[in-house]
């Protein structure tokens, strides 16, 4: 496995923190070069920082994914650094707009952002690479959705409101794209397939255990983190939360030569937490 993506080049969006990150890692400790984009430069500049100390080839942009300009110069760059993109993770995503953790229901901002960047900013990044790639007679998408966009699913219930319900149709929205580009682009030899993870304590859930901190008055005198945990000991098979790198690891096999014969597919990675 160590080699396995030697001279491949790796495309990640939203890649500072969190699943792109962890990606990012699995990656490069299996040969491969990175682009990494984010929309937050100073967490990127650490990150160029840290993966340049063990040698790992690595060029980042900051770029937001909703802007087409800004991910089309950023592709342009990559294609003139490196030569290639092989392999276009689109992973950027967004919760809610701001005041997001104490609300019970969605508002306007909440469906706007959650459609600019989980789905249109994702539109625009698969844009961005498509044609690169159809010209190559060769690549592999591996987008990040999610298993509330297969499910919708409460948490808790009690007390529950309907704020995630903007980003479930959004991720929703991102597992039928992945159908259509496979599709589109299978005579091109390029495989598009989505990875469905379940629950990760990054920033995203943070966010959310806040929420149901703030709402359900069974979980006012917890710890968001202990939110998070105990709901998965109960509703995930597997009792544990997902890693970055979980997710990474996937994403890996699907980017891989194993996966040639997989399209259009979206991949649960969620401890069994829904098994459909
Ligand atoms: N954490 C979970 O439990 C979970 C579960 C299912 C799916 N996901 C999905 O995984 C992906 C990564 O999320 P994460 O959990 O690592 O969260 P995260 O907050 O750690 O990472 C998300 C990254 O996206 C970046 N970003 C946000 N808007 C952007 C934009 N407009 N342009 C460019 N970058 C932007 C952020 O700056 C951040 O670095 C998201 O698409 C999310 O929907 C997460």
């Given amino acids: 496995m160590k080699d396995q993506f030697e ?15 962890g990606t990012a890692e699995v990656f490069s400790e299996r040969g491969a070069k990175l682009a990494v984009s984010d929309l937050d430069g100073e967490e990127l500049e650490k990150l160029e920082t840290e993966f340049s100390s063990k040698n790992i080839e690595i060029i980042t942009g900051e770029v937001d ?42 508002n306007d901002e909440d469906w706007d952002i959650t459609y600019r960047v989980n789905v249109k900013g994702l539109v625009n990044t698969t844009d961005s690479v498509k044609n690169h790639m159809i ?53 091109f030899n ?16 943070q966010k959310i255990a806040e929420n149901h901190k703030a709402l359900n008055p069974d979980f006012s005198e917890m710890d968001p983190y202990d939110i998070f945990l105990d709901q998965i000991k109960s509703n995930f098979p597997l009792g544990r939360p997902q890693e970055p790198r979980d997710i990474g690891n996937a994403i890996a096999f699907l980017a891989s030569e194993d996966a040639n014969q997989i399209t259009g597919q979206a991949l649960n990675i969620n401890g069994g937490n829904i098994l459909d």
Avoid: M
């Fill in 7 to 21: 001279d491949k080049i790796v495309f990640i969006t939203g890649g500072a923190r969190g699943i792109g990150k």
């Fill in 65 to 106: 994914v909703t802007k087409k300009d800004d991910i089309n110069k950023f592709v342009e760059r990559t294609i003139s650094e490196f030569g290639k993109i092989d392999v276009c993770v689109p992973n950027a995503g967004a919760i809610g707009s701001s005041g997001f953790s104490d609300r019970k229901n969605y």
């Fill in 135 to 187: 010209d190559r007679k060769n690549g592999k998408i591996v987008i990040v959705s999610s298993q509330g966009g297969r499910k919708p699913r409460g948490v808790g219930d009690k007390g529950r409101g309907n704020v995630l319900n903007p980003y479930l149709v959004s991720k929703a929205a991102a597992i039928q794209f992945t159908h259509a580009l496979a599709i589109e682009l299978g005579r």
């Fill in 190 to 205: 390029i495989n598009v397939n989505t990875v469905c993870p379940g629950r990760l304590w990054t920033s995203f859930w």
